[in-house]
């Protein structure tokens, strides 16, 4: 199994991939990160029952798709880690309740997130990653037929995410026994990030640029970052 990473979310398309891999995107299983906050936002809402998820780069495409079906989809997302003027929810984990999203298709627009799981609609399957599921993501991607694995990183805003970088590290250092070989100067660097356990995890996620900006937003924020900071709180992983 070779194992890649894209950073940023836009940076790296399938021609970019480092030499000697192949570049057809649909030889790929490639796993979603986007720690704060919309895959684990996302993984919360698939345990609790939401039909699917559908990407959008713009709002107003999402409450297009809402407004077409109403009774079926959820238009959800932020900019700027706030609620969309229109959306039904933002962007927290602690929205994303059973009652509100069972049996609901979400249409999905974030600042970060939206933009790796566009980028990566062309691989043979997409697995969301965070480290609230993060041993189950391990096993989700071993389970995959694929032999390259693309890790990509949605970032912030253009820019480096540390809690992204870190997370695909952390997931290159558990493929590692499993025969898994970081191809790459970007899967090298994340592996050198790595956290080496559930403390380390959650200092840092909580002291990452983007966790500190989102506590500075509000209590219910920072109640976010402290929940997307905690390992393996759920135990299953969802293919998008």
């Not at 566009?118 to 032999?147: H, K, M, Q, S, Y």
């Amino acid at each position: 199994m070779r194992v890649v990473v894209s950073l940023v979310a836009g940076t790296a398309k399938s021609g970019d991939a480092p030499a000697g891999v192949p570049r057809q995107a649909r030889q790929w299983t490639a796993v979603v990160v986007d720690v704060l906050r919309a895959t684990s936002t996302l993984t919360v809402a698939l345990a609790n029952g939401a039909r699917g998820v559908e990407s959008f780069s713009d709002p107003a495409h999402a409450i297009a798709r809402r407004d077409a079906e109403p009774a079926g989809v959820l238009a959800c997302g932020e900019r700027g880690g706030r609620i969309v003027p229109g959306f039904d929810l933002a962007n927290s984990p602690a929205e994303f309740a059973r009652e509100r999203v069972a049996g609901r298709v979400l249409a999905f627009a974030s600042t970060n997130g939206s933009r790796a799981l566009l980028e990566t609609a062309g691989c043979a399957r997409r697995i969301l990653g965070a480290f609230i599921n993060a041993t189950a993501v391990v096993e989700a991607v071993r389970a995959a037929p694929e032999d390259l694995v693309r890790i990509a990183c949605a970032g912030k805003e253009g820019g480096f995410a540390l809690e992204d970088a870190a997370f695909a590290g952390w997931l290159i250092a558990a493929l590692l026994p499993h025969g898994a070989r970081p191809v790459g100067a970007a899967a090298r660097l994340a592996l050198s990030l790595a956290p080496r356990d559930a403390s380390e995890v959650r200092d840092l996620v909580q002291g990452s640029s983007h966790g500190r900006y989102l506590r500075r937003l509000s209590a219910a924020h920072a109640a976010d970052v402290e929940f997307c900071a905690g390992i393996d709180r759920l135990g299953v992983a969802f293919a998008v």
